[in-house]
């Protein structure tokens, strides 16, 4: 069964920093794209980032907001994902769920997310 | 990249179809087949229902169901059941780079 697991979540003021862990399972980690998708409060979901793998270099991609203030990183043997947030605005207060691309342009599996709260 | 248009709210009767419709353009969902569709409920994982515009992950109902005409994708629920309340969003694939476009949100509703 494949399972993701994130962690890492809280209240931070606005400039500061958090790192989100996401702890996958039932499947070979390796293989994978992996991204975040997050859902601002009352909103809809937006993709933050994706981490390659390693036969595509471990390269990432990012969306425009999160640009040079987001860091997505993998540790392909501890099976996880994570995303360092810096500078963080009181709009990076969402859900952030980490997810599995499938290899096929969609994403299959998703966690139940970690609440981030940016305000002061 | 916009977000896809998709219906605030949708409402049905137990037994009914409901249709959710998602709206893009050239570039996400009238320019490729990438298409999928999420069902959430608040506090858990979303869940995937449709991918490819119509195809069916397996254990996903043969009443949740796929299509799409130019720039507009649609997702039809026959057969309303009241475990088929929760938030419903769209997906599409853009590039390499941009990667994923979501819609906004449906939230649908069993009368």
């Known amino acids: 069964e494949v399972r993701l697991v994130e962690t890492g979540g809280g209240l931070v003021q606005p400039g500061g920093s958090l790192r989100l862990s996401c702890a996958a399972s039932?499947?070979?980690?390796?293989?994978?794209?992996m991204d975040w998708v997050r859902q601002a409060p009352g909103k809809g979901l937006e993709w933050v980032g994706r981490?390659?793998?390693?036969?595509?270099?471990?390269?990432?991609e990012y969306s425009a907001s999160v640009k040079g203030r987001f860091i997505i990183s993998r540790d392909d043997s501890k099976n996880s994902l994570y995303l360092q947030m810096n500078s963080l605005k009181t709009e990076d207060t969402a859900i952030y769920f980490c997810?599995?691309?499938?290899?096929?342009?969609?994403?299959?599996?998703w966690g139940q997310g970690t609440l981030v709260t940016v305000s002061s | 990249q916009s977000a896809l248009t998709q219906p605030a709210s949708v409402s049905g009767s137990p037994g009914q179809s409901i249709t959710i419709s998602c709206t893009g353009s050239s570039s996400d969902v009238g320019g490729q087949n990438y298409v999928s569709w999420y069902q959430y409920h608040p506090g858990k994982a979303p869940k995937l229902m449709l991918y490819g515009v119509s195809n069916r992950p397996s254990g996903v109902p043969d009443r949740f169901s796929g299509s799409k005409s130019g720039s507009t994708a649609s997702l039809t629920i026959s057969g309303l059941q009241a475990e088929d309340e929760a938030d419903y969003y769209c997906n599409s694939y853009v590039n390499s780079s941009t990667l994923w476009v979501f819609g906004g949100g449906t939230k649908v509703t069993v009368l």
């Open positions: 997810t599995r691309d499938s290899r096929s342009h969609y994403i299959d599996y």
């Open positions: 039932g499947f070979t980690f390796s293989d994978h794209f």
């Open positions: 981490a390659r793998n390693k036969a595509s270099s471990f390269s990432t």
